[in-house]
């Protein structure tokens, strides 16, 4: 029987929000609790420097973002976790398979061209073959499932497709295609200044979002300016028609709160948004505060973050470099 395995990570680019835990770190943590997977979590420092980036912050932002996955409660005895770069068997596959990704496929890649922007003939190579990246990260570990959102359908696409090649040209059954994972109950978080785009790590203002290491003072501050429109809060789903910003403001407190959104409404609908917002700052606080707090606590003192990370390192090598020899040896290479 194939043990079933999940693949998931972030990127070392800016502070973590939270988008990022209600819509992932949330689930890996259930997802891991579960029971019923091998949990591999990765910092993907390498997919990090395919955009500019800070040189010098680079091994501090990947520590903060392993620091977020612990906080938010990653267990390093259940769950695997790890840097990408520090597993070389992650960059030998995805040489192997860049040699059998096709061009045409990797130029449909939607991400490559949000990304690149106007400026995609100055672009790095590293930026256009990401997704052979991210497919070697899946398939190093013959990962079963992976975590994906609409974003990242595509590469996961690409990763089942590279697998399938692979095990046609050499006539093996080497690689498994990954399913995604279809979280049941994933929160799409979006901007607090723009109820129609997502919270991102990348928007200017810091305060379109709440990031993993706000204090209070600042996540009271966000929440009283984010936006609302001068009507009462909703009483029903039908009342979010036209009114992305406060369908945006509920559906974080019904997830901060463990309630169910008719849950939200009995309780505040027909009220004023000013109401509401004390009520989401306690709950916003009450919730986030722990995480902010160990977060800070493995940052002052970074010894442990260090073992945890070489440890996974260390675990991801024995499972990759077995496996990477393997696949030389199917297409051929010498070996000693």
């Known amino acids: 029987m194939i043990q079933k395995r999940i693949l998931s990570g972030m990127q070392p680019t800016n502070a973590l929000h939270l988008g990022n835990y209600l819509g992932a770190l949330k689930n890996w943590v259930d997802l891991q609790n579960q029971g019923d997977y091998e949990c591999f979590y990765c910092v993907v420092d390498l997919h990090a420097i395919t955009m500019p980036y800070d040189r010098d912050n680079l091994k501090k932002a990947t520590r903060e973002v392993a620091a977020a996955y612990i906080a938010a409660g990653v267990d390093p005895q259940k769950s695997v976790l790890f840097p990408q770069s520090a597993v070389p068997a992650h960059s030998q596959l995805m040489w192997l398979l860049a040699t059998m990704a096709q061009v045409g496929k990797l130029n449909r890649m939607t991400q490559f061209k949000d990304k690149a922007g106007k400026n995609a003939e100055n672009a790095g190579l590293g930026l256009y073959a990401y997704p052979v990246l991210m497919a070697a990260d899946i398939l190093i570990y013959n990962a079963t499932h992976v975590p994906v959102g609409e974003d990242q ?184």
Request: hydrophobic share 35%; charged share 30%; proline share 4%.
């Open 153 to 336: 359908k595509q590469h996961l696409e690409l990763a089942r497709d590279l697998a399938a090649t692979f095990n046609t040209r050499y006539d093996v059954e080497h690689f498994i295609q990954p399913e995604p994972y279809i979280m049941g109950d994933t929160t799409r978080v979006m901007s607090l200044r723009d109820g129609t785009s997502k919270m991102s790590k990348s928007a200017e203002s810091d305060m379109t979002r709440i990031n993993l290491t706000d204090d209070a003072d600042l996540i009271a501050k966000k929440i009283k300016k984010a936006k609302t429109d001068p009507q009462p809060v909703p009483t029903c789903t039908e009342q979010f028609e036209g009114r992305p910003e406060a369908k945006n403001l509920m559906t974080i407190y019904a997830a901060l709160a463990d309630e169910t959104m008719d849950d939200v409404f009995n309780k505040f609908g027909g009220q004023s948004f000013a109401d509401f917002k004390k009520s989401m700052i306690d709950v916003s606080v009450a919730h986030l505060e722990p995480i902010t707090t160990r977060m800070n606590d493995l940052m002052n003192d970074v010894t442990e973050i260090d073992k945890i990370l070489a440890e996974g390192g260390e675990k991801c090598n024995a499972i990759t470099e077995p496996f990477i020899d393997q696949t030389m040896d199917i297409m051929g290479f010498w070996k000693s």
